[in-house]
C-alpha cells in the first residue's frame, strides 16, 4: 500500500511541478502592447499569483510526505 501512494504522490508532485513551470512561463511572457489585452492579464496574473502560492503549499505537502515514506 506505501508503495500505491509513493506513485501517487509522486505523479501529483510532477504535475504541480509542471504547473508552476507552465505559471513561471506566462509571468515571463510578458505583457501585451494593447491595453484592453494587457487589462485582461493583469487580472489573470493575480490568480495566476493564488494559483502558484496554493500550488507551491501542496507541493511543500507532498514533498514532506514523500521524505516520511
Given at each position: 500500500m506505501a508503495e500505491d501512494e509513493k506513485t501517487i504522490l509522486l505523479q501529483k508532485r510532477d504535475e504541480l511541478r509542471e504547473r508552476?513551470?507552465?505559471i513561471e512561463n506566462d509571468f515571463r511572457a510578458g505583457l501585451?502592447?494593447?491595453a484592453e489585452e494587457r487589462a485582461i492579464q493583469l487580472e489573470n496574473r493575480e490568480v495566476l499569483e493564488g494559483i502558484a502560492k496554493a500550488t507551491?503549499?501542496?507541493l511543500t505537502r507532498i514533498e514532506k510526505k514523500l521524505a516520511e515514506l
Open positions: 508552476l513551470v507552465s501585451d502592447p494593447d507551491e503549499e501542496e
